[in-house]
Each structure stands twice: as C-alpha cells, then as structure tokens.
C-alpha cells in the first residue's frame, strides 16, 4: 500500500463548477499538507500549504485537512480552464522530503 | 535567479552512458532536493541536500545514482551506466526553509 493515496482520473468538469480532489494516507506523523499544481511539461507550482488538521482558504482555493480521518481534501470554486492540470497532495513530518501522491488529472471544459 | 533552472531540458542518452542533470537553485536557498517523475507516477523522492550536505539520501534507486552540491547553490545529480528504467523527469526544487518547495521544469530523461 503507498504511503499516500490520491486517485489519478481524469477528472472533467464544466466551467463555474466546484471542484473536489482528495487524498488519503497511512502515516499519522505527517504535520504537513500541501497541494501542488502541475502544467504539462512544467514543475509542480505550491498552491496552498497547511500545517496540522482545520481549513485554509485562498481565493478560489480551499484546503481541508481531517487527520483523525488521514484524509486531505482541495476545493476550486468556480473552475476555469486555465485550472486544466495534474493536482498532486504532498505530506511531510519535518518539512523536508515530501511524500506526494501520483496527482489527479483535472480537464475543465468551457 | 528568480527561480529553480535545470539543464538540459531534454537529454536523449544510449544505454549504458554516463548523463549529468545540472540544477541552479534560487539564491539563498539552503535546502535542494531532486525527484524523479515517471509517467503516471508520482514524485518519487531522490536526495536532499541542506547546504552542501546530504542528511538523506535514501531515495537513490541505486549506487550508479550520486549527486552533490557545491558552495551551498549548484547541484549536479550523475547518473552512470545508464538503463531504460532510468527514463523519467528528473525534478530539482529548492527552499529557504523546510517547506514551500519551488520547483524547476526539470530534465526530461531518454534512455534508448
């Protein structure tokens, strides 16, 4: 079983509507969440960051953490298709060495 | 520079050469880190460097893998003899601190 679970897709939306990407994972001392965006052929882009369990919310983004669940959750209101791109969840329990899931695949259509 | 740069962007390599992955991190930044990227897979974690140490470097797949840095900036990952497994993105990132990774575009890696 992988450390940190997140399903791959593809996940299609219609434009305006919200979007849920999740993950679940196995290690109870992670401290750390982020989530990460990723276009083709560039580097993952650090979208939102938390530490610990609660929400975090920045603009159209919101980030839930549920650790009595090891459960992780990004929210995009109103998508858009420049939002078209892989969404990888990153853990960690020190700050160093991210253990990131396999990303979920999201297509927006207008 | 104004972020994480890797070279060469792409790099096509016979089976069983020696390739170097060059990564300029964002000046000021202590800690480096190489993953790797495979299709569909997740980021794989390689090594870690804080400052021109490397405290863990469990992720390396194997003893043809090494990498160092020099001067508390660049970072040369060498992979020897290389195999087709080895085909993959190799990512570089770096950070002021212990979070909030900056990614560069990475190498793209063919072995034929």
């Known amino acids: 079983q992988k450390e940190v679970e997140q399903d791959p897709g593809p996940l299609s939306v219609p434009e305006g509507a919200i979007v849920s990407l999740n993950c679940t994972y196995s290690n109870s001392a992670f401290q750390y969440f982020m989530w990460y965006r990723q276009y083709s052929r560039k580097g993952p882009e650090l979208l939102m960051y938390t530490y610990s369990s609660g929400n975090k919310e920045d603009g159209r983004f919101t980030a839930q953490v549920d650790k009595s669940s090891k459960y992780i959750s990004l929210f995009i209101r109103d998508s858009q298709p420049s939002d078209s791109a892989t969404y990888l969840c990153?853990?960690?329990?020190?700050?160093?060495?991210?253990?990131f899931g396999a990303g979920t695949i999201l297509r927006v259509k207008s | 520079g104004a972020g994480v740069s890797q070279s060469p962007s792409n790099k096509v390599t016979e089976k069983g050469k020696d390739v170097e992955l060059r990564c300029d991190p964002i000046?000021?930044?202590?800690?480096l880190y190489w993953y790797r990227q495979s299709l569909g897979q997740g980021l794989e974690f390689l090594i870690y460097?804080?400052?021109?140490?490397?405290?863990?470097k469990s992720g390396l797949p194997s003893d043809r893998f090494s990498a160092e840095r020099t001067g508390g900036s660049v970072s040369t990952l060498t992979i020897q003899r290389t195999q087709q497994e080895d085909s993959a993105v190799y990512l570089c990132?770096?950070?002021?601190?212990?979070?909030?990774?900056?990614f560069g575009s990475g190498t793209r890696l063919t072995v034929v």
């Open positions: 990132a770096s950070s002021p601190a212990n979070y909030g990774y900056t």
């Open positions: 460097f804080q400052g021109n140490s490397a405290p863990d």
């Open positions: 000046s000021g930044h202590t800690a």
């Open positions: 990153a853990m960690t329990q020190y700050g160093n060495k991210l253990v």
